[in-house]
């Protein structure tokens, strides 16, 4: 019988093949981080995913979709993680089976402010809705923020909750341009205007006051969900628990639109 040597070369090559066949690990996808318009035109989605990536240095992508397309996102997995401030999606979603985690991490809420004086008296009300009809049937000014998209649309909401067309009293006026602008062309009215708390904060404008705060025609949370899926990425839970730790509420308290202030956290 004859024995062949096998020389290192030959076995340098045999490992060299073995490594090849060996199953190479699958790659790490980034997270998919779902939201709606209005909060992808906050910035503050993709602010979370900016910092986060510094800090962990795990890739996510922010995609903004409409509302109807984020349930068909959870639905067929292709989302890892909704952030949203529209409860009807969070509950649709919860209601699907398709919520894993979810936590409210940030406000913005609305208020109602107006000139110190207060003619309408709407301090004195209850809510929105009975601010407003203080407000149309003592013929009040109010100022309508028609070009700041959000805040337009929760002021017409509260009006038709308030069964109430508020065009057809000429004290409703639009006051256009974008929200601080709109917001000093209110107070130097001396007319009412739903605003946002951080447009409020950050301009203050002297004898004008926050005057109604609060409820749920006035809440504006953002919510952030893990989506249930057979497969999760461990790095979108890691995302979700980033989110809610002490360094993303960080994050958002830190997060500056035009120098000013945007969302609050509850902690």
């Not at 989302?79 to 699907?96: C, E, K, S, Y």
Request: aromatic content about 8%.
């Amino acid at each position: 019988m004859i024995t062949r040597l096998v020389g290192p070369g030959v076995f340098i090559a045999a490992l060299v093949l073995a490594a090849g066949c060996a199953k190479k690990p699958e790659p790490r996808l980034p997270v998919r981080v779902v939201t709606t318009p209005e909060i992808a035109a906050t910035g503050l989605a993709a602010h979370l995913g900016s910092v986060f990536r510094a800090q962990n240095h795990t890739a996510v992508d922010v995609v903004s979709v409409a509302e109807g397309a984020i349930i068909d996102e959870a639905r067929h997995g292709t989302a890892d993680v909704v952030i949203t401030n529209d409860p009807a999606v969070a509950a649709t979603l919860r209601g699907a089976g398709l919520v894993r985690l979810a936590s409210t991490v940030a406000s913005d809420e609305y208020l109602i402010a107006g000139p110190s004086r207060n003619p309408a008296h709407v301090s004195r009300s209850g809510d929105a809705v009975e601010a407003f009809r203080r407000i149309f049937t003592r013929r009040q000014r109010f100022c309508s923020f028609v070009d700041v998209p959000a805040v337009h649309e929760r002021e017409q909401r509260i009006w038709s909750a308030a069964s109430i067309q508020p065009e057809k009293d000429h004290h409703y006026q639009q006051c256009k341009g974008e929200a601080v602008a709109a917001l000093r062309k209110a107070a130097l009215a001396g007319a009412y205007a739903v605003v946002d708390r951080a447009t409020f904060d950050s301009v203050r404008p002297p004898r004008f006051e926050s005057l109604v705060r609060g409820g749920p025609m006035l809440a504006n949370d953002v919510m952030i969900l893990l989506i249930e899926k057979p497969k999760r990425s461990k790095d979108a839970d890691w995302f979700l628990e980033w989110t809610m730790s002490y360094r993303g509420l960080d994050a958002i308290d830190n997060y500056r639109v035009d120098g000013h202030k945007a969302f609050y956290t509850q902690r």
